[in-house]
């Protein structure tokens, strides 16, 4: 905003000395207001600018808040999926699991009771308790992918950090009135 107040002075002062060059006299009945007029303008050049500078620093600030925004709604979105996974996952664990452990043991029955001549039956009863395996680890990744899972903490250099926030919050800061800087004030260690 104050840049758009300085720009505005200069217009101001550029019309008042092109006023001077030119010999223009503005004159109100037998008074010279050329100066009154000039000073008129500065002024509202200068408000005009820092208005205009003004809206231009909010619509970055909107900018950036409608990115958050639409970033959380992003992310609320996706965990919303990832609730709505894991209420299904954990449905088709209660309602497939049970059915599965009576299968599986049905088998195991009937492997233990098949006849030693008999080696297609007991190579189906087999056949089946693995496939009944290979579904509930299936049932379980997909448990376990629908669970959240915790941050993963990672080792971050400070200054980094403090230089990434520093730029996201600069404009913020701006708008109200201050500066952000960051002063490097270690003796050359990382």
């Given at each position: 905003p104050w840049l758009g107040a300085g720009l505005g002075c200069l217009t101001g002062l550029f019309d008042y000395s092109l006023f001077s060059l030119l010999d223009v006299r503005m004159m109100a009945g037998d008074r010279e207001v050329t100066p009154l007029i000039a000073l008129f303008y500065g002024v509202s050049f200068a408000i005009g600018g820092w208005l205009v500078g003004r809206v231009a620093a909010q619509r970055v600030y909107i900018r950036r808040q409608?990115?958050?925004?639409?970033?959380?709604?992003?992310?609320?979105?996706?965990?919303?999926?990832?609730?709505?996974?894991?209420?299904?996952?954990?449905?088709?664990?209660?309602?497939v699991r049970n059915p599965l452990a009576v299968i599986k043991s049905s088998a195991a029955l009937l492997a233990e009771?098949?006849?030693?001549?008999?080696?297609?039956?007991?190579?189906?009863?087999?056949?089946?308790?693995?496939?009944?395996?290979?579904?509930?680890?299936?049932?379980?990744?997909?448990?376990?992918?629908?669970?959240?899972?915790?941050?993963?903490?990672?080792?971050?250099?400070?200054?980094?950090?403090?230089?990434?926030?520093?730029?996201?919050?600069?404009g913020d800061a701006e708008i109200r009135g201050v500066a952000l800087s960051l002063a490097d004030e270690s003796d050359g260690a990382e």
């Open positions: 409608l990115t958050a925004v639409a970033e959380a709604r992003a992310r609320a979105a996706q965990s919303e999926k990832l609730a709505t996974v894991g209420r299904l996952a954990a449905g088709v664990a209660h309602e009771s098949v006849p030693p001549d008999d080696a297609g039956l007991a190579t189906a009863a087999t056949f089946i308790q693995e496939e009944v395996d290979r579904l509930d680890a299936f049932i379980s990744a997909l448990l376990d992918y629908s669970r959240p899972r915790p941050a993963e903490l990672q080792p971050a250099r400070a200054g980094r950090v403090l230089e990434r926030f520093t730029t996201l919050a600069r």
